[in-house]
C-alpha cells in the first residue's frame, strides 16, 4: 500500500490503516477477474469474453490484522462451487505472510438473474 493513497489522509488521523471496505473491495475485485478468466474457459473461442461477475452477496467477512501503509499485500481466491452463473469463492488477503481478513463471496453473471426469492433487500422497508 503506498503512503500517497488519498483514504490515508483522514482514516485516521496520525495512525493511517486500510478501510476495511477497501479490502473487501480488492477481494472482490480480485475474485471477478477470476470468475471471468473461468467463464472464458466454458465458452467457445468464437465468443466473445463474458464481463466479470457482480458481486450478490458477502459471507463471513472477517478482519484479523490493520493493513498500514507500505504493506505488501497478497490476495488469494478460491473457487469452491459454480452453478450455472452463480460462482462462490474464498478469498483472503495477506500482509508480510500474516491473515489480515477474508471472506467468502457469491458473484453472479450480468447476463443471468438471481430468482427474486433469493434476493433480499439490505435495509427490508417495514412496509412490506
Do not use: C, T, W
Not at 26 to 52: C, G, I, N, T
Not at 85 to 108: R, T, W
Amino acid at each position: 500500500m503506498s503512503y500517497n493513497e488519498p483514504y490515508f489522509q483522514g482514516h485516521f488521523a496520525g495512525f493511517a490503516i486500510v478501510p476495511g471496505v477497501l479490502l473487501v473491495e480488492m477481494m472482490a475485485q480480485a475474485s471477478a477477474a477470476v470468475y471471468r478468466l473461468d467463464r472464458q474457459l466454458q465458452f467457445p473461442a468464437d465468443k466473445a469474453p463474458p464481463e466479470p461477475g457482480k458481486l450478490a452477496a458477502l459471507e463471513k467477512v472477517r478482519f484479523f490484522q490493520e493493513v498500514h501503509p507500505g504493506d505488501k499485500l497478497v490476495i488469494e481466491v478460491r473457487l469452491r462451487q459454480r452453478l450455472g452463473g452463480l460462482a462462490k469463492f474464498g478469498a483472503d488477503i495477506q500482509a508480510s505472510g500474516n491473515l489480515v481478513a477474508e471472506s467468502v463471496l457469491m458473484l453472479v453473471s450480468p447476463l443471468d438473474k438471481l430468482p427474486s426469492k433469493s434476493v433480499r433487500p439490505i435495509h427490508p422497508n417495514k412496509d412490506q
